[in-house]
Nanobody, 123 residues
Framework: QVQLEESGGGLVQAGGSLRLSCAAS????????MGWFRQAPGKEREFVAA????????SYADSVKGRFTISRDNAKNTVYLQMNNLKPEDTAVYYC????????????????WGQGTQVTVSS
């Protein structure tokens, strides 16, 4: 069992920045990839970014490349999502999740999910 807890969401103006955190506990040894997803009202949950737990390789959705950075601190079992130059279309609930698949972007390949943190970007 893996428990995930996101934090760091909030309200920010367009062009601003936020850093999301995802603290993992439990059987973290069974997790390989950590991912961030988001879900806007009325839309499907979509992939944002992912990072392998040991190797540090990353993957990003085209919509966030160059603006978002995913990183991890293995000593703290925490993954971060630095979000810069935020846009109103980034408004969503952001979720972190774990997968045993390497750097997958497929939602169904993530087995454990956090409760999400709200990010609202005003124009």
């Amino acid at each position: 069992q893996v428990q995930l807890e996101e934090s760091g969401g909030g309200l920010v103006q367009a062009g601003g920045s936020l850093r999301l955190s995802c603290a993992a506990s439990g059987r973290t040894f069974s997790s390989y990839t950590m991912g961030w997803f988001r879900q806007a009202p009325g839309k499907e949950r979509e992939f944002v970014a992912a990072i392998t737990w040991r190797g540090g390789s990353t993957s990003y959705a085209d919509s966030v490349k160059g603006r978002f950075t995913i990183s991890r601190d293995n000593a703290k079992n925490t993954v971060y999502l630095q979000m810069n130059n935020l846009k109103p279309e980034d408004t969503a609930v952001y979720y972190c999740a774990t997968s045993i698949m390497i750097l997958t972007e497929r939602l169904h390949e993530y087995g454990y999910w956090g409760q999400g943190t709200q990010v609202t970007v005003s124009s």
